[in-house]
């Protein structure tokens, strides 16, 4: 079976745009989360969310660096995010002047949502001015697919390019499958990951009207936080994560820097609410399972989980109670990134699975901030609360689960 290995990474986040930037950052215990000023949201309940912040300095989303600014007018942002992140990564992995087989270098990038800011624009649009003021770039910024096909387009990778849409476990699933590909021998190189920008009226209303986001207005910083008893809901967050998965042969060969190993990768389906997951995180528990059996591990081999953690009620009970069942509390710890970034639907599980790689490299794993006054069931399980902690990590899990009862696993393992 071929080893698949990780050879480059990029990220616009909340907590920073650059990998070494919003590493930095989550490892401090910073929030990215803040009160929205891109729109109106008097009449909208939850009114903060996680947004790349916008500038020059080192750290600030410039997509300029990127994308000509001429063809950002034609692009979602969504697009935009996922080009920036892909951009640091493919040169993170040194193929920004690749001369091998570009026939074998393929894409797999995803978004949950799409373009839901272009839709709604372009609705108004319609209802206020006519047919004649919809844009020819309508269909291009919004369909799913579209950051897959820019990035293949600029690189000219022209190999495998797929577009997962399975809402907030599509980074993950855009991971796992990019290795499979690999594994099948399809591909040498896959740029993988996902990208979303619903951070706008339609999106935060339509979740706000699910009574699924916390509305901790004016305390926007501690909004986020995941298995503790104050907690309201999640935060809404957008950004991009691309890691570039490659054979490690291929990779060896070339000389490129190895990050660590996609293992293994576990899918499966709740088969049982739209919205709510499985009772007592049968979903995820069976995800986990199927992860580390194709890594070949055991429970007590894993150092660390980056958990879903969206900080609502039932999916953080959900995932806590599959996980303490699994895994023991003297070995295993577990956090959410999400309490500093917020969610970030379709790109949360690659983001998350670029910290869970960068916590192996570092053997420093990031904590769970606002996590004051924790729910009875988490007892003395280390969910590394408001500090990042030190200690030996080879191993990592990182979950990612969706509406429509969608879930996966990855297993990410240092390379020895």
């Not at 616009?12 to 729109?39: D, H, M, Q």
């Not at 599509?170 to 896959?190: F, P, V, Y």
């Not at 070995?331 to 869970?356: D, N, P, R, W, Y």
């Not at 590394?384 to 030190?390: G, L, R, T």
Request: net charge neutral; with cysteine.
């Amino acid at each position: 079976m071929k080893k698949v290995v990780i050879t480059g990474m990029g990220i616009v986040s909340p907590v920073g745009c650059g990998i070494e930037y919003a590493w930095k950052n989550l490892l401090a215990g910073k929030s990215g989360i803040r009160k929205i000023t891109e729109f109106d949201t008097e009449e909208i309940a939850s009114k903060i969310a996680g947004v790349p912040h916008r500038g020059t300095k080192p750290g600030d989303y410039n997509p300029d660096i990127a994308v000509d600014p001429r063809e950002q007018r034609k692009m979602e942002n969504s697009i935009i995010y996922g080009l920036v992140a892909a951009d640091e990564a493919i040169k993170d992995a040194g193929l920004i002047d690749y001369s091998g087989d570009k026939e074998r270098v393929g894409v797999s990038m995803g978004s949950g949502v799409g373009g839901l800011s272009t839709i709604a624009g372009t609705d108004k649009d319609i209802f206020e001015h006519g047919p004649r003021f919809v844009s020819p770039f309508f269909v291009p910024k919004c369909v799913v697919n579209m950051t897959a096909g820019h990035i293949s387009i600029k690189y000219g990778f022209s190999g495998p390019n797929i577009a997962m849409a399975t809402a907030c476990a599509t980074g993950a699933h855009s991971i796992g499958e990019g290795a499979e590909i690999i594994k099948r021998g399809d591909a040498d190189i896959m740029v993988c990951g996902g990208t979303e920008a619903a951070v706008c009226a339609l999106g935060v209303t339509g979740f706000s009207a699910m009574r699924a986001l916390s509305t901790r207005n004016d305390d926007p910083e501690h909004a986020s936080r995941p298995w503790d008893k104050d907690r309201d809901g999640f935060v809404l967050g957008e950004g991009a994560g691309v890691l570039v998965l490659e054979e490690y042969e291929h990779a060896v060969k070339r000389g490129a820097k190895i990050y660590a190993e996609v293992a293994g990768f576990g899918m499966c389906a709740d088969a049982y609410h739209i919205t709510a997951p499985a009772p007592n995180g049968a979903g995820a528990k069976r995800a986990m399972m199927l992860a580390m059996k194709k890594a070949k591990i055991k429970p007590k081999d894993v150092d660390y989980i980056n958990a879903h953690g969206t900080s609502t009620g039932l999916g953080d009970l959900g995932e806590l109670i599959a996980v303490k069942e699994l895994f023991d509390k003297n070995k295993t710890c577990m956090s959410s990134t999400k309490s500093m970034t917020g969610h970030l639907l379709g790109a949360a599980g690659a983001v998350e699975a670029i910290f869970s790689v960068l916590a192996i490299r570092d053997n420093i794993v990031p904590p769970t901030i606002n996590l004051q006054n924790p729910i009875e069931e988490v007892g003395d399980f280390n969910l590394v609360p408001n500090k990042a902690q030190k200690r030996e990590v080879d191993v990592v899990l990182s979950n990612s689960f969706g509406f429509g009862g969608t879930n996966a696993s990855l297993i990410l393992k240092r390379v020895k």
